[in-house]
């Protein structure tokens, strides 16, 4: 069974940063794309990161390019998104997802709040 697990989310205020980690078990991670997805009411799902299998090729949407960081250890099965520069449209539930279904949140997510 895919599981993932979100943490690291938390209450910032504009321009801080925040590092989220994705714990992930019962698949093979190390051969599988990954995703940073996140969710707001109004907004719906937005997919702010994507990093190949082995970390070396990253995709980010122009909302966060150059202010998110994703990366991953295939050693611990962790995914890691870097956020800094954080803007007060940065706030979402945030979850990690295989890339190749993106669009299914299967974790509980981490809430992300920027407020100042």
């Known amino acids: 069974e895919v599981q993932l697990v979100e943490s690291g989310g938390g209450l910032v205020q504009p321009g801080e940063s925040l590092r989220l980690s994705c714990a992930a078990s019962g698949f093979s991670f190390s051969t599988n794309s990954m995703s940073w997805v996140r969710q707001t009411p109004g907004k719906g799902l937005e997919r702010v990161s994507i990093i190949n299998n082995d970390g070396v090729y990253t995709f980010y949407p122009d909302s966060v390019k150059g202010r998110f960081t994703t990366s991953r250890d295939n050693a611990k099965n962790t995914l890691y998104l870097h956020m800094n520069k954080l803007k007060i449209e940065d706030t979402a539930m945030y979850y990690c997802?295989?890339?190749?279904?993106?669009?299914?949140?299967r974790g509980q997510g981490t809430q992300v709040t920027v407020s100042s």
């Open positions: 997802a295989r890339s190749s279904e993106w669009q299914t949140l």
